[in-house]
């Protein structure tokens, strides 16, 4: 009587060898390329202006699971470059990439739902966004945060928080935070 283990190690013998003739297997332009070779696939056809063969690159890792790809197509999507323009599809892009703690991803997320692009309108969940991109340090995302907390949208309006933000974007040379502090303090 077969034990599972010998079935299965008969069947991956077969598997192996059939592979080897390529039989069975389904190839494609990715295979060996980790995302971030994917990656610079596409920064590599942009450099040389292959704009819609870059994008399929970064559509390629951005799906592989790679956040500056997919931070990338939520741009392009943003945008309209090369794409179409559509915010939802940017949307869906930038949240991936946001999810996996890219700090640009979560300022763009943040600035979707504060907009009401492509998601629906929440100040909630844009401060919350925004704070975690202020909070990686993005000097934008901190003069924003700034400007939540100043007005109150999304967070208690405290002017001590908002001069906080804006004074550690102000620090990093953000000209809109030196603006806020010399317009309100």
Known sequence: MLKLRDIV????????????????????PTDGLT?????????????????????????????????????????????????????????????KAADQGRANAQYNIGLLYYYGQGVPKDYDEAAKLIRMAAEHGRADAQNTLGELYYYGEGVPKNREAAK??????????????????????
């Open 9 to 28: 190690l008969a069947a991956l013998v077969v598997l192996g060898a059939s592979a080897s003739y390529g039989q069975g297997v389904v190839t494609s």
């Open 164 to 185: 906080k933000w804006w004074e550690m974007a102000a620090d990093q040379g953000d000209y809109r935070a030196k603006e806020n502090l010399q317009k309100y303090f």
């Open 35 to 95: 995302p971030y070779e994917m990656c610079q696939k596409g920064v590599e056809e942009e450099g040389k202006g292959n704009y819609d063969e870059a994008v399929r690159w970064y559509r390629r890792s951005a799906e592989h699971g790679y956040a500056y790809a997919q931070n990338v197509l939520g741009d392009l999507y943003y945008r309209g470059i090369v794409v179409p323009k559509d915010y939802t599809e940017s949307a869906k892009w930038y949240r």
